[in-house]
């Protein structure tokens, strides 16, 4: 079936969809209305068990205050939780079917000083599908089953931030300066993923220092946990410098994989009726260099929502490349400060173009 016969029963498809996310005989609209965007807390009362046995948390003795914990989590803990829902076709794709993707993330956060951080990250997914696969929204993909996307502990040294863990990008301690909503993966750090939002291959470790005049520096290194910064495994290292300010915002960065090397740079600037983003990223694999850059608009005051519409290229390519380029737009519209609904439209160039229409219904809770 053809993308636009399927856009025919979109509507059908979405009304079948919103019963799955809750029991209709049970919403509170009022309730939902009047959720928040701040995390989550959950205190020592929410999972309270009837034991009376209290739970020490290892090596956090004399640390916390101590309190009245029967069998929950402590008071210094906190959860939040994410929901997305995907319905898309996409025309040009292998299938052209229109498919139902989701994914959710838990994030599971607590300290022990009052200053630190030891977070987790949960992923579950069931992505396969054009729209949401690696050319599309790129939702998480576990076969549905809970997968540890990321586990970091984050403490001071001084006026410096440092985090180590496992499973987790070096780029989480930059700043950046992205401030395009993304709808498709690729535009996610301004076409800058390779330096700016530079990943991580296992173990990492990593620093960042925020000045008061809002300039900061950040850089790390990433390691396979069994062969840490040897000759037999692969290591990542990166930096970067960031300058932050109300309405503009500066980020520049290197990255190295051992294969290739990386230069990025993204900024923003906010003007009084839309916000310009834009990225530009080098990549020296050893033989001829390859760039590749983006640029994106986001209207903050669009109705009740906000459309952001970008272009850039699908990747890094040398001048004796053929470029192919990648369109998007999207307007993401809250229903309540808990629930956003995001329909998009992209355009993927290759070999054969792809285009996709899809709609996105997120939750966090």
Known sequence: MKL???????????????????????????????????????????????????????????L?????????????????????????????????????????????????????????????????????????????????????????????????????????????????????????????????????????SGSTAAMSYAFDSGFSLAGGVSSDPTTILTEEGTDIFGLEAAYTADSYGLAVAYSDNESSTFWGVNGMYAFDFATISAGLESEDPGSSTKTGFFVGLSFPEVGAGTLDIGMGTSANYASSDTEYYTYEASYSYPINDGMTITPGVFIKEGTTDATGVAVKTSFSF
Not at 14 to 33: K, R, T, W
């Open 4 to 62: 636009f016969q399927q856009l025919l029963i979109a509507p059908a498809a979405i009304g079948f969809l919103a019963p799955l996310s809750v029991n209709a005989s049970e919403i509170n609209l009022d309730a939902i209305s009047n959720y928040s965007d701040d995390t989550l807390e959950i205190d020592g009362k929410s999972f309270e068990q009837k034991s009376s046995k209290d739970i020490l948390l290892s090596g956090g003795e004399g």
């Open 64 to 200: 916390v205050e101590s309190s009245d914990i029967t069998g929950g989590f402590s008071e210094t803990t906190t959860a939040s939780f994410g929901v997305d829902f995907l319905v898309g076709a996409v025309d040009g794709a292998s299938s052209e079917a229109t498919t139902f993707d989701y994914q959710m993330g838990i994030g599971l956060e607590t300290s022990f000083t009052g200053e630190d951080s030891l977070s987790a990250t949960i992923d579950i997914g069931n992505a396969s599908s054009a729209a949401g696969g690696a050319d599309g929204l790129n939702f998480d993909s576990t076969s549905d089953k809970l997968q540890l996307d990321g586990l970091t502990y984050t403490f001071p040294v001084g006026g410096a931030t440092v985090m180590v863990g496992d499973n987790t990008d070096i780029s989480a301690v930059y700043t950046g300066a992205c401030a395009y909503n993304a709808f498709t993966d690729y535009m996610g750090n301004c076409g800058t993923g390779n330096s700016v939002g530079v990943g991580g």
